[in-house]
């Protein structure tokens, strides 16, 4: 699950064309927290750091919003799975069509 907003993450790093050590010199920060984010090895980083990471990206609104959604998405379903559920997607699945077909 850690892995959707890593990938989310390395696709606009490549789009913009930077290599792992220039958005880490630009991010000021080691290499490897990027690879370690980028792989799923570490939660996505907390909303002050994700503005700084989307400002050393470049990226554009829309870019911005579709990383902050994968980084809350990352990490709710690393909270679900560590209550033990081993099949998160399914879990937000039924919550997501049970929210979809309430009547109130």
């Known amino acids: 699950m850690l892995r959707v907003f890593g990938n989310d993450l390395a696709a606009l790093r490549r789009s913009k ?3 792992v050590g220039q958005l880490a ?4 920060c080691h290499p490897s927290y990027i690879t370690h984010v980028e792989k799923g090895r570490r939660l996505p980083p907390a909303s002050a750091r994700l503005r700084q990471l989307v400002a050393a990206l470049g990226a554009s609104d829309e870019e911005a919003a579709r990383l902050q959604q994968a980084a809350i998405w990352t990490f709710v379903m690393s909270r679900v799975e560590s209550l033990g559920y081993s099949r998160p997607e399914r879990l937000l699945s039924a919550a997501t069509q049970a929210y979809l077909h309430r009547e109130i």
């Not at 010199?25 to 000021?28: A, D, E, S, V, W």
Request: no cysteine.
């Open 17 to 19: 064309g930077l290599s």
């Open 25 to 28: 010199t630009r991010l000021g």
